[in-house]
């Protein structure tokens, strides 16, 4: 979809070259971010694709067509674009914004109020309230919306984003970016994304650039980069945490633990017993008549009750509990709050599915290391 | 009071000088903007051709009117007619309204400019649809104090044979008579506060609701 | 037209004209600067600053008045002659001075202001230090557009029997004799610009020293 060919960039002013030598392939539908230190060549390598800069050497293609055989403005408006300062019109209208593209592309005014409708919809902005007004009567977070609905107004397959939340908020900031996670899986645009904030980049890259000094270091989904970092620049880059920046990528049911025995509340206490019994962990999961969960019960308890329903005061409550979509990362900073060692994961918080283990997820993530370490090369004798 | 009076027995003619006063001053503006206007634009990319054709404006506009008028007639084929009056009013809106373009075409935010680059529109549909439409407030304030100029320095043009306001003090002068001269002045000085309200309303038409107050 | 007549016409009268010129422009500038400066830093200050955004709303309507009607305008009360003349360029000359000194000062950034006093600054010693240097160039530039009008205006000092280069000027148009046009308009002109310049070294040198 976007391929950069061994592209430079060099500018008059500089001794090294902004961008050096670059080759990647961007594919359909995917989201590639460009991450790095200020001053990299992010902003430079995104603005080679709409030819905002005209690479010294090499090819980039988009859709299969080499762009810097295009017609320019042609080219630019088949590519959405969004920048950090939004760039929106301050004497235009947000409809007017929205619908600059349509209009370039000669749409009659009808269709152009649907689209403009719509887009303003797709992103999260009620357009009666919305349409008449000036960039200057907008928030930050707003601004941004409508920056992002006026690159995708004639329905580019492909989207450049330079740094697009870098002006907003935390909290808007996030909103936004899941925001966009959910509107990519609606439209499925081939993106290419700007960034310095790495976190941002692994939450929202199918796949991240990390560039250094205008090359390029590293080009891998977000699991293998944190797995497996290329060299030192990496690994320093994404951070000491990344053991922990991993585990927000791991999904629970890898670790879960599914196998288990319950007891019914209404139990006598030798069937609670005897499931002890046949069990060499030192827990039982409590449940109620309609399945649902209440807590747990402890050997020892069990054994200290008396009488054939005394054992049910010895029933404690999970002090914490996760809902199966949680990551790895979810479940480690609960453990880690209710001092824990584990905590059951339960369907719409009472349909129980396991449990989670602090040490299940210290081997697994160890293996997840071990197997992507970079193989050893054997220096060949020469 | 006796410039009343003057004023009432005269408005007849008050009003001739005052008609032949706005023409001239409309010649002026039409063909000062129209001219000015379009070498901003020509210039608006060429920091050297700025800088040059600035620095002509600026010794043009520290030259005194009385001299400017004065050099105009010597010239063979002006002489002593309107279009020595009208082009000395011209070469004064120069260096304003040049200015003023230069600077606020190339004031437009530059991310402005990068996005609609980036969206693919032309350097001419940029040029129309959005730096002219953000630089106008700027322009027309470099309009506005060119005509509020030249409505002071047209009473001027009588001594090179334009019978406008200016008339009513330079014959008050040489009669020594204060009424007129009151009345001239004082006209003169309505006309160009007139102005200065006329090019509010105008700044209401002609500027985007998004922009208007605002001084880029 | 007749180059050695308009050299004979300098020659002769060209040199005490420009003198007398330079009288008027450099006397009415003088007492307008001295006078503007502090009446202008004035507005400035309480109580008077709140009412700076009228005062100079009024400036600049009153800079619509033409020069002529300045200059005429107090004929009636003072008659003719060098002391009218310079009254009425002096009143001319006050406005743009005034004018700049107030934007200036205004102009300055409320933020150093409030870290100057906040490390301790007096209130003379903020304008002093802080408002006046910033407000320099723009002070600066009022002065050279009043200079620059001056000498303009003083072509019609002429008109009240007030001497100056206007006497060329306005001789050559009413006798029709071009050359006492062009060397009265040449020499105005000449003297306009060398004015706005040198005013325009002397900040450039004042504000090299200060920087130091
Ligand atoms: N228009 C330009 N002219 C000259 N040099 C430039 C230009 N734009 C960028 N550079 C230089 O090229 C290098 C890469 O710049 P670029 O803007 O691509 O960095 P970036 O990775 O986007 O950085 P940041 O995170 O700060 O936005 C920098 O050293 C910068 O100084
Ligand atoms: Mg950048």
Redesign the interface.
Known sequence: MIRFSNVSKRYPSMTRPAVDGLSLDVEEGQTCVFVGPSGCGKTTTLKMINRIFEPSSGKIYVNGRDALSQDQDQLRQGIGYVIQKTGLFPHYTVFENVATVPRLLGWDEKRVAVRVRELLQLVGLDPDENVSKYPRELSGGQSQRVGVARAMAADPPVMLMDEPFGAVDPITRTQLQNEFLTLQQKVRKTICFVTHDIDEAIKMGDRIAIMNNGRLVQYDTPENLLLAPADEFVAQFIGSDRSLKVLSLLPLPKVLKRQFRVVRESAELQTVRASFDRSERNRLIVEDDHSNVVGYVTRSDAEKAGSARGWNRFIKPFPATLPPEATLRDALAVMLQHDVGAVPVMESSHTFMGMVYLDDIRSYVGEAYQEREPEQTVEAPS | MRAVRYFVNNLDRILGYTAQHVVLIVMAILIAVLVWVSVGILVRNSRRMARGVLAVAS?I???????????L??IPGLG?SRQSAVLALVLYAMLPIIRNVYVALNGV?P????????????TR?ILWR?QL??ATPVVLAGVRVSV?MM???A??AV??GERNL?VL??Q??VR?R?DM??V??VI??AF??GI?YLFGKLERLL?????RGETT | MNWERLIEVVRQEGMQLVVQHLELVGISLSIAVALALPVGILVTRPPFNRRAPQILAFLNTAQGVPSLAVVAIFLPVMGIGRVPSLFALTIYALLPIARNTIAGIEGVDPDVLEAARGMGMSAGRVLARIELPLALPVIVAGIQTSAVLTVGTATLAHLIAGGGLGRLIFSGISMHRPEYIIAGSLMTAALAILIDQAIGLLHRWISARYSG
């Open positions: 010794l506009m520290s030259v005194p009117s009385v001299a400017l008028y004065g050099i007639v010597s002593l935010d991310a402005i400019m990068e996005a609609a680059r980036g969206m693919g529109m032309s549909r959005v439409p953000l509020v409505v002071g320095i009473t001027l001594f090179i200016g003090i330079q008050g002068l020594t204060s001269i009151i001239g002045a003169v000085s160009s506060i200065d500027v985007s609701p998004g922009i």
